[in-house]
């Protein structure tokens, strides 16, 4: 099947206008059109190959949302039309514990990532979602609930489940006191869902005016790091703090505002974070842990609880041909709080 998608072909190119073929679907397939596509800033970082073994050319994106354009022969979930979802992971050998577990992410085989990971049946590179179609087997096609706003939906895929996963592993419920470090595509996720919980939010930031971006989220706190005074009065009064912060840094100023058996969860930095000290995580018993993505069941249950509870990301839309000037905006943090690409912008 013949498709359109953009692509980058180095490490130093912009993405460009890129002809390539989706499989014909196999029995279980579902063939989708895909009508938008979240940009994560794990795109941006396989298209720089900051993380090494990018494949060229690369075709990223994994907040998919489209609509049902043909089945394989033995795809029972869907039907022509309905609107789906495809986020981080396209398929795992299905028969391991974690994969037992609906914990796809952690397959002991290895998950297969929506793009840049090679394909399971054939071994070809998985290209994502800046295309006009995908083909993905149908356990990992995810129902967008039809109270869902399908333009505002895809960034549930990956920033929506990324922070949903922890704030539901760690418990967070009507009293939980959680704070949210980094107010960006990940943290504006993360404060709304754990205000939907139930939670009392507070947005932790450098400064001020990202601070005050929480509170426009609807967070009931702000807490500028920049000021010691502050840092220390806010000391043991948080069960559960999420970092969405992408890069290298000091974890020592937030381990101490853990109340007991406190958590800090990293999901922005993959690699190294400064050295934390060990004292306020043994005295206190608190902790500081990654948490990846999510399973497909878990997914689908956060796109359900966002239905149920009217939790949007705030996308700004821009056409396929904008992508390299998003890109350059992304790296500056300079969104709010998430690009979604109208994939109809690629027929102009
Ligand atoms: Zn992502
Ligand atoms: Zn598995």
Redesign the pocket.
Known sequence: MKTLGYAAHSADTPLVPFHFDRREPRPKDVVIEILYSGV???DLHTVRNDWGGTIYPAVVG??IVGRVIGLGSEAKQYKLGDHVAVG?LVDSCQECDQCHKHQEQFCRNGRTDTFNSPDRVDGSNNYGGYSRHIVVREEFVLRVPEALDLARAAPIL??GITTYSPLKRWKVGPGSRVGVIGIGGLGHMAVKLALAMGATVTAISRDTAKGADGTALGAQKVLVSADAEAMAAAAMSFDLIIDTVPVRHDLNPYIPLLDVDGMLVIVGQLGLVDEPNTAPMVLYRTGVVGSLIGGIAETQEVLDFCAQHNVLPECEMIRMDQINEAYERLEKGDVRYRFVIDMASLDA
Do not use: I
């Open positions: 994560c800033h794990s994994h907040e981080c990956c920033a």
